[in-house]
C-alpha cells in the first residue's frame, strides 16, 4: 500500500509554531529521500526542505531556512517539519513527497505525494 498521509496542520497566530507529520503507511518509502512542499492559493506549488534517506543531509528554501526544520524517523515510518516563528506567508497546503534523487527541490523530481495539510497563519 503506497500511502503518504500528512498531518498537524491548523490555524495559529504570527510567531507560533507547528509541527507536521508525515506518516508512510504502508512502510514503502522507508529508506527514500523525503521532502515538503507548499502551494498557497493562486501561487505553483513551491520547495521547502528536503531530507536524505539516513536524515544525515537536509535542504531549505531561502524563505524558511532557520525557522523550519526537518527530520525523519524511520523506525517509525515517519517524516517531521518543525515549523517556528509563523509567517502570514507560510500559510499554504503542505505536502509530503518521495524522491530517488536526494536534495532536489524540484516538484517533478518527486515521486509520490501525500494528500496534504492546510496550515494558516493569521496576523
Known amino acids: 500500500q503506497v500511502q503518504l498521509v500528512e498531518s498537524g496542520g491548523g490555524l495559529v497566530q504570527v510567531g507560533d509554531s507547528l509541527r507536521l507529520s508525515c506518516a508512510d503507511i504502508g512502510r514503502t518509502f522507508t529508506a527514500y529521500a523525503k521532502g515538503w512542499f507548499r502551494q498557497a492559493p493562486g501561487k505553483e506549488r513551491e520547495f521547502v526542505a528536503a531530507?536524505?534517506?539516513?536524515?544525515?543531509?537536509?535542504f531549505y528554501a531561502d524563505s524558511v531556512k532557520g525557522r523550519f526544520t526537518i527530520s525523519r524517523n524511520n523506525a517509525q515510518n515517519t517524516l517531521y517539519l518543525q515549523m517556528n516563528s509563523l509567517r502570514p506567508e507560510d500559510t499554504a497546503i503542505y505536502y509530503c513527497?518521495?524522491?530517488?534523487?536526494?536534495?532536489?527541490?524540484?516538484?517533478?523530481?518527486?515521486?509520490?505525494w501525500g494528500q496534504g495539510t492546510q496550515v494558516t497563519v493569521s496576523s
Open positions: 513527497a518521495v524522491t530517488r534523487s536526494p536534495g532536489n527541490t524540484s516538484s517533478a523530481a518527486y515521486d509520490y
Open positions: 531530507i536524505n534517506g539516513l536524515g544525515t543531509f537536509t
